[in-house]
């Protein structure tokens, strides 16, 4: 699906912004991270990166064109898609959009002058800005900078979290970091207090009283006592090559290789475009000569013995994590899930005697792999199909019957659970399904799979059976209308014709939205899934 990209808000201060360079035309392969173009706004020129992946489809602002915040900037989507909805929804909202920029110029034209007329001249008040166009608050992912600190413009103040990535924050003023309003990670909105800059000695409590009262009433940290200067030491980085034309390096990385000094020119980019980004220069290796005189100090540090910490046996302790934004998203989620849907729950225990014969026949052949998840994919896309009841989504008024069935697969990444999302899979086969889910679960924990590919799903699978759990319920992914808790395959005594005999078997529960599913619609869909199960052979039809 067609996703539509603003002109973002990259200072606290911006209110339009120019396209300085496109570095994607329309037309071409647009991945997550590339850089899109590079933005001018009221203080500096910046890369401005790519949240989605696809093919760029329209261009809204041309090269060396203005725009406010929030217009049309770009439109990512599939190849051929139709836009033309998207791009006559967007002319009509620009009168709109427009009236309501004058508004608020004029509303902040007054209330800078109210503002601003108590606060000392070269003082700065940093807010938290607008990193993506759907941001609402971000996370101080790391303070790169201290207080007391000098500062210079360009440098880089911060990394912050966004909804979307972790993106660093260039200060557009120079002199000393005097104030840090969101500490390291925590959150705050977007335009919240999240720095000060001035000169130094300034008092930070009447810059604060003098704001609007946003400003964070956090006490000020004190500045560290100053430090030799370490610049001395470092080597000069040069950031233009010895050819003179220019080196694409991220703000961290160029940090980063004046920290250690690195020369830039001598560093491999494996960015976008060559680009030198962070891990280049954490991965780079200047010399053998300089790698030995290295290990040879680290083999002395390490010789140096240590004192053991001695912990008493029943010592009370605790150490408090910051909630990352994709645990809040999946706590804000799943709450709201399950207590506003009334789940009810139905379980099932399935032979799977044939489904293992079958697996195994299949994967004899030449370059070809299907797994037990693949096959219950396959079996609840087609039982779908016979009971569309199941394939639906509760909207208050209506209950909306999805016409396309889009299976959605868990997986578990480091920081919680995606679902990635396989579209039409009623249409895919057993060895399609498969290659997918590798790919998109790749992708997952990876960190690159593309939020339209985690979107518009109508039914979800989660598969546990992997860990050796033998059945568990799971909380429905709305709006689904269900979702189906796959156990592990057991061998254990089952009677058959009369006999006990060793048999496979496996738990599936179908936890329901009984808003929209009642018990005997899960009971009967639950009968058709285990039909296909026990048969595979009637999934290859």
């Given at each position: 699906?067609?996703?539509?990209?603003?002109?973002?808000?990259?200072?606290?201060?911006?209110?339009?912004g120019?396209?300085?360079?496109?570095?994607k035309?329309?037309g071409?392969?647009?991945?997550?991270?590339?850089?899109?173009?590079?933005?001018?706004?009221?203080?500096?020129?910046?890369?401005?990166?790519?949240?989605?992946?696809?093919?760029?489809?329209?261009?809204?602002?041309?090269?060396?064109?203005?725009?406010?915040?929030?217009s049309?900037?770009?439109?990512i989507?599939?190849?051929?898609?139709?836009?033309?909805?998207?791009?006559?929804?967007?002319?009509?909202?620009?009168?709109a959009?427009?009236?309501?920029?004058?508004?608020?110029?004029?509303?902040?034209a007054?209330?800078?002058?109210?503002s601003?007329?108590?606060?000392?001249?070269?003082?700065?008040?940093?807010?938290?800005p607008?990193?993506?166009d759907?941001?609402?608050?971000?996370?101080?992912?790391?303070?790169?900078?201290?207080?007391?600190?000098k500062?210079?413009?360009?440098?880089?103040?911060?990394?912050?979290?966004?909804?979307?990535?972790?993106?660093?924050?260039?200060?557009?003023?120079?002199?000393?970091?005097?104030?840090?309003?969101i500490?390291?990670?925590?959150?705050?909105?977007?335009?919240?207090?999240?720095?000060?800059?001035?000169?130094?000695?300034?008092?930070?409590?009447?810059?604060?009283?003098?704001?609007?009262?946003s400003?964070?009433?956090?006490?000020?940290?004190?500045?560290?006592?100053?430090?030799t200067?370490?610049?001395?030491?470092?080597?000069?980085?040069?950031?233009?090559?010895?050819d003179?034309?220019?080196?694409?390096?991220?703000?961290?990385?160029?940090?980063?290789?004046?920290?250690?000094?690195?020369?830039?020119?001598?560093?491999?980019?494996?960015?976008?475009?060559?680009?030198?980004?962070?891990?280049?220069?954490?991965?780079?290796?200047?010399?053998?000569?300089?790698?030995?005189?290295?290990?040879?100090?680290?083999?002395?540090?390490?010789?140096?013995?240590?004192?053991?910490?001695?912990?008493?046996?029943?010592?009370?302790?605790?150490?408090d994590?910051?909630?990352?934004?994709?645990?809040?998203?999946?706590?804000?989620?799943?709450?709201?899930?399950?207590?506003?849907?009334?789940?009810?729950?139905?379980?099932?225990?399935?032979?799977?005697?044939?489904?293992?014969?079958?697996?195994?026949?299949?994967?004899?052949?030449?370059?070809?792999?299907?797994s037990?998840?693949?096959?219950?994919?396959?079996?609840?896309?087609?039982?779908?199909?016979?009971?569309?009841?199941?394939?639906?989504?509760?909207?208050?008024?209506?209950?909306?019957?999805?016409?396309?069935?889009?299976?959605?697969?868990?997986?578990?990444?480091?920081?919680?659970l995606?679902?990635?999302?396989?579209?039409?899979?009623?249409?895919?086969?057993?060895?399609?399904i498969?290659?997918?889910?590798?790919?998109?679960?790749?992708?997952?924990r990876?960190?690159?799979?593309?939020?339209?590919?985690?979107e518009?799903?109508?039914?979800?699978?989660?598969?546990?059976?992997?860990?050796?759990?033998?059945?568990?319920?799971?909380?429905?992914?709305?709006?689904?209308?269900?979702?189906?808790s796959v156990?592990?395959?057991?061998?254990?005594?089952?009677?058959?014709?009369?006999?006990?005999?060793?048999?496979?078997?496996?738990?599936?529960?179908?936890?329901?939205?009984?808003?929209?599913?009642?018990?005997?619609v899960?009971a009967?869909?639950?009968q058709?899934?285990?039909?296909?199960?026990?048969?595979?052979?009637?999934?290859?039809?």
């Amino acid at each position: 699906m067609a996703v539509i990209v603003n002109m973002p808000r990259l200072s606290d201060t911006m209110e339009e912004g120019t396209v300085a360079a496109w570095l994607k035309n329309v037309g071409d392969k647009v991945e997550e991270g590339d850089i899109l173009a590079e933005i001018e706004t009221d203080k500096a020129t910046m890369e401005f990166e790519s949240f989605n992946e696809g093919v760029l489809l329209h261009i809204g602002i041309q090269e060396g064109d203005t725009a406010p915040v929030d217009s049309l900037l770009a439109i990512i989507g599939e190849e051929g898609e139709d836009i033309s909805g998207l791009l006559s929804g967007d002319a009509s909202a620009n009168t709109a959009t427009e009236q309501k920029q004058e508004e608020t110029k004029e509303t902040a034209a007054t209330t800078t002058e109210s503002s601003t007329a108590v606060i000392p001249e070269g003082v700065e008040v940093v807010k938290m800005p607008r990193l993506s166009d759907t941001m609402e608050e971000g996370t101080v992912a790391a303070w790169l900078k201290q207080v007391g600190d000098k500062v210079e413009e360009g440098d880089i103040l911060a990394e912050i979290e966004t909804d979307k990535a972790t993106m660093e924050f260039e200060s557009f003023y120079s002199g000393t970091l005097l104030y840090v309003g969101i500490k390291e990670g925590e959150s705050s909105p977007v335009d919240e207090v999240l720095a000060i800059i001035g000169p130094e000695g300034t008092d930070v409590d009447a810059v604060l009283n003098a704001g609007s009262g946003s400003a964070s009433s956090s006490t000020p940290t004190e500045a560290p006592k100053k430090e030799t200067k370490k610049e001395e030491k470092s080597a000069p980085v040069e950031n233009v090559a010895t050819d003179g034309k220019r080196i694409f390096a991220s703000p961290l990385a160029k940090k980063i290789a004046a920290d250690k000094g690195i020369n830039l020119s001598d560093v491999t980019g494996s960015g976008d475009n060559g680009r030198i980004i962070k891990k280049d220069v954490e991965n780079y290796k200047p010399s053998a000569a300089a790698s030995s005189t290295t290990a040879s100090s680290s083999s002395v540090a390490s010789a140096t013995p240590q004192p053991a910490v001695y912990t008493p046996a029943g010592e009370e302790g605790f150490e408090d994590v910051k909630n990352s934004s994709m645990r809040k998203v999946i706590a804000k989620v799943l709450g709201q899930s399950k207590f506003t849907a009334p789940h009810f729950y139905l379980t099932i225990e399935v032979d799977m005697d044939n489904a293992k014969a079958s697996r195994a026949q299949i994967n004899s052949l030449p370059d070809t792999k299907v797994s037990f998840n693949d096959m219950v994919l396959k079996a609840c896309a087609m039982a779908l199909r016979k009971h569309p009841q199941v394939n639906t989504t509760w909207k208050d008024d209506v209950t909306r019957y999805n016409k396309h069935i889009h299976m959605g697969v868990a997986v578990a990444v480091d920081e919680g659970l995606v679902v990635p999302v396989l579209k039409f899979a009623d249409q895919m086969s057993l060895t399609t399904i498969g290659a997918s889910v590798k790919d998109l679960a790749g992708k997952a924990r990876s960190k690159k799979i593309a939020p339209s590919e985690m979107e518009g799903s109508t039914f979800t699978v989660s598969n546990l059976g992997m860990f050796g759990i033998q059945e568990f319920t799971s909380i429905i992914n709305q709006p689904n209308s269900a979702i189906l808790s796959v156990g592990a395959i057991v061998e254990k005594p089952v009677v058959k014709n009369g006999e006990i005999v060793v048999g496979n078997t496996m738990k599936l529960t179908l936890a329901c939205d009984h808003r929209t599913v009642d018990g005997a619609v899960g009971a009967q869909f639950l009968q058709t899934l285990r039909s296909y199960i026990e048969n595979p052979v009637t999934m290859l039809a």
